[in-house]
Structure formats: C-alpha cells, structure tokens
C-alpha cells in the first residue's frame, strides 16, 4: 500500500540524505557529554538504509500533503499510523516502514510524518537497531536509547532524525519502551512500538521541553536492501568511519568544483527599478559539466538571490504558507511606498521572482491585486481548490512594507 503523501514514489525510496530540509539534520550534533560514546543518528541511519529519509518533494506544498491525509481513498491511507506527544501538544503520525532481517537479527527503519492540531509538519526519520544478543524476529522486545547501561534480554536501540522541510530540529532518542513484532506475510510484519524518549537539539543540548513520547502500529514491508546494523558492537563507530584521508577528500572536492558550470546575470537593479535596493541576480549552475551537452544547458529552473554584505539572500519560491518578510525586508528600498501607482511594479517584482506560470491569472475571479484596507495589499496568483492562493503585503501607516506572506487560503478581505 503506497502511501503517496509521504514519497512521490511509493515505497520505492530514491532521495539521499543530502539536500532536503528535514536532513540537515543528518549532521549530527556533537554531544558536550564526554561520557556519551554513541553513534549519531544520521551514522546509524546512513548505515542501515542511506535512502532512508525521503520528505515529501518541494514542489508538493504542505497544503496538498493534508489534503492526501484527508482524502477518503483508501489507497491512500498510510500503513503505519500513531501519535506523538511533546509539551502537551499531540501530533498525529503517519507514514510507512521496512524490515530486513539476517542471521545478525532484524532492522527498522520508518519515515513519519507529524501532523499538529494547526496543521504544522514535521518528519521523523527514525531507526531500530538490534542489540548484540538480540536475533529474534517475531515477538515482543523492550527499546531503549544508547544511554542504557545494562541489556537483559531482547533489545532494540531506537533513535532518529526530527526536522522540517529546510531545517533540522533535532535528535530523538529513545529510553524506555516496548516493540512488538507479528509475521503477516513473507515480507510484512504486522507491529506496535511504544516509548518515551527525549529531543536533543541541533547543538547538542537538549532543549527545556525535550521529553517526548511516540506510540505507533501498522505494517512494515520487507526491503533486502537495509543493512541489518548491530548497535551493540564495539567496532562498529570505528567500521563506519571514512576510509580516505583528508587530502584524498580535498582533492576530490577540488575536482567536482572544478567541474561545476555557473552562470549569473543581473536580472533587476536599483538603477532600473526604484523599489529596490540591491542587485536582484539570477543564477544557474550545471555539475559535472564536461560530460553534459553544452547546448542549451540552462535549466527550466530560475533562482534568484542579491547579495547583502558579505551575505547571499536567496529566494525560495513559496510551495506554503510562508513568511517572506525577512528577504524583502533587505530587499526593497527603504523608501518604498506600496500605492496604487507602484503596486503593479511590485507585482511585476514578484513574478520575476516566482517565474509567470507562479500566477495563474485566470483561475482569479477577483482583480488581481486587491487594496480593501489601507495596510493591506492582496496580489492573487490563483486558486487552490476552492481557495485563493496570493501574496499578501502589510504596510505601516505611511505604506512602508512591513509583512510580506504567500498564503494557499486568502480571503479576498482578511
């Protein structure tokens, strides 16, 4: 059973651990605790499975994700549901998992998703590790977290990654709980999982809310491809180190650099429009590029940024609900004034940055930009479902912009 809201590709898990916002995370934090000789989540996980850990592509928006979770199809339900709970909040969870066993024992790995009360997403990308006395396959076994001192029976490590889409939260660690495991089929084991556990943030402290629990149950599905990891072993921090020097790395590193086409090109200046204050570039970039076809290389993808200090300011083209106050707000010149005489500059701005097939103009019932109070300016730029997709911009009383946001659901009057 696929579970499409999760991975555009099924069950078939393709993306790296590089790249996406969830996996920043994978860099683990390096723990101040001396006495804490642990493998990092992103190690474990990058041994077991190192496709593990697909969040859901940028360009399926968050909005289209709840709607999958909502859907009343039952192809779409997930295979492995449950909740969450941290600081009194409850999230639900769904999304899938995979076995593999071997004469070492069996191995989990999972990639959830955590769905609040709001609406908010997060992505737990977690891992069970067998100890070294554990082999069994079937039956129920007690989770611990890599702090347990003594091992009496069947155990099973369970740790993992907990971001968003561009930005990590944090390490989650179990440390106490229980699994149970029940064969259904040659490659499906029905299971439960129960445990309590804490958060340990991306610098290596644990944040004041930091304790968590996580219950969940449904169907894991066999994939030979997982290396069945042994948590318990003394060498196995030592086996999963790099094998290549320092020097070797730079010298590669240096090659790919080399080989890295970029192009960049002003695309709109302060001296040709008077909303701005800063050079607004277009860049792209080809990897590899003695290998690639020289003619008409420049993708159908455009990314912006300017530059602010000795900072690059890129622009994210919005697939959410999402707060553009801060990159504007270096942006745009400190004397603009959003009115009825600039107000199809900015939109113009806009969709420069967005691409024009971003407004979907004739989806709009409505004008295109919409000033029904004096601090507020709706620019539309289509329709998402029965809603309105747009551009909303707040300015002060003398019409400096304060608050740039895209939302999926606009109303014509806020």
């Not at 809201?5 to 001396?34: E, H, I, M, N, Q």
């Amino acid at each position: 059973m696929a579970f499409s809201a999760l991975s555009s590709t099924g069950t078939c898990r393709t993306a790296s651990l590089l790249g996406a916002g969830l996996l920043v995370a994978v860099a683990a934090p390096v723990s101040a605790d001396p006495l804490e000789e642990r493998m990092p989540p992103g190690m474990l996980i990058e041994m077991v499975d190192p496709t593990l850990c697909s969040p859901p592509p940028e360009e399926m928006s968050d909005a289209e994700i709840i709607a999958m979770l909502d859907s009343d199809d039952p192809d779409m339900a997930p295979p492995i549901a449950g909740v969450w709970e941290r600081q009194d909040e409850h999230w639900r969870v769904y999304g899938q998992g995979w076995f593999n066993d071997s004469s070492s024992g069996l191995v989990v790995g999972t990639m959830l998703m955590l769905r609040s009360d709001s609406d908010e997403l997060q992505y737990l990308c977690m891992v069970l590790s067998p100890h070294a006395e554990t082999s069994m396959v079937e039956g129920e076994a007690a989770l611990v977290g890599p702090d347990v001192e003594a091992i009496d029976g069947d155990t099973f490590m369970a740790m993992g990654m907990l971001g968003e889409r561009r930005e990590g939260v944090g390490e989650v660690l179990a440390d106490t709980g229980s699994v149970h495991f029940e064969q259904a089929a040659d490659d499906t084991l029905e299971w439960r999982l129960t445990f309590d556990g804490h958060l340990v943030g991306m610098d290596g402290q644990p944040p004041e809310d930091a304790e968590l629990s996580l219950t969940l149950e449904g169907e894991l599905s066999r994939d030979a491809s997982m290396r069945v990891v042994d948590w318990g072993r003394d060498d196995l921090v030592d086996a999963s180190a790099p094998s290549v020097s320092e020097e070797e790395l730079a010298e590669v590193k240096a090659l790919f650099m080399e080989d890295m086409r970029l192009e960049v090109e002003p695309v709109v200046t302060p001296d040709g429009s008077d909303i701005v204050q800063r050079i607004v570039y277009r860049y792209d970039y080809d990897t590899f590029a003695s290998l690639s076809d020289d003619s008409g290389w420049r993708s159908t993808r455009e990314h912006f940024f300017y530059q602010d200090g000795d900072q690059l300011r890129p622009f994210q083209r919005p697939s959410s609900d999402t707060d553009l106050s801060s990159f504007f707000g270096g942006l745009l010149a400190t004397d603009f004034v959003l009115d009825e005489a600039s107000a199809d500059d900015f939109r113009e701005l806009l969709m420069t940055l967005t691409g024009e097939d971003f407004f979907e103009e004739e989806d709009v019932k409505l004008d295109n930009i919409v000033n029904f109070r004096p601090d507020e300016w709706i620019f539309f730029t289509g329709t998402f479902f029965d809603n309105y997709k747009a551009f909303v911009v707040y300015t002060d009383d003398d019409g400096h912009p304060e608050k740039v946001l895209y939302r999926l659901k606009q109303q014509p009057v806020s």
